[in-house]
C-alpha cells in the first residue's frame, strides 16, 4: 500500500507561480513512477507530468516549459512546479503513483489561477 498526501495549492494570479508538494509513505520502494494530474469542473482527470524511478519525466504539451516535476527521494516527495500559470491551468491537482500494478491517488488540491 502506498499512501500520498499533497499540499501546496491555492490561488494566484496569472503569471505566477506555485509549487505542489507530493508526499509518499507506505511501500514506496514498490513506487515504479508518481505524477500530476488535473481535473477541472465537470472534465475528466488529465495528465501534468510525470517521473519514473529512474528519473524519466514527461510532460503535457500545454505544460512544456512552464512546469517541471522534481523529485526528492530523501523525504520521499515529487513535487510539481508550475510557472507562468493560467487561468486555464485551474482545477484541481492529484498526485499518483504506480506501483506493483496498482494506482494509488492522493486526496487533491485546489489551484486557482485569476485572471
Known amino acids: 500500500q502506498v499512501q500520498l498526501v499533497e499540499s501546496g495549492g491555492g490561488l494566484v494570479q496569472a503569471g505566477g507561480s506555485l509549487r505542489l508538494s507530493c ?3 507506505g511501500s514506496i520502494f514498490s513506487i515504479n513512477s508518481m505524477g ?4 477541472a469542473p465537470g472534465k475528466q482527470r488529465e495528465l501534468v507530468a510525470f517521473i519514473t524511478r529512474g528519473g524519466t519525466t514527461n510532460y503535457a ?6 512546469f517541471t516535476i522534481p523529485r526528492d527521494d530523501a523525504k520521499n516527495t515529487a513535487y510539481l512546479q508550475m510557472n507562468s500559470l493560467k487561468p486555464e491551468d485551474t482545477g484541481v491537482y492529484f498526485c499518483n503513483a504506480v506501483a506493483q500494478g496498482k494506482t494509488y491517488w492522493g486526496q487533491g488540491t485546489q489551484v486557482t489561477v485569476s485572471s
Open 61 to 66: 504539451d500545454s505544460k512544456k516549459g512552464r
Open 36 to 39: 500530476w494530474f488535473r481535473q
Open 23 to 25: 508526499a509518499a509513505s
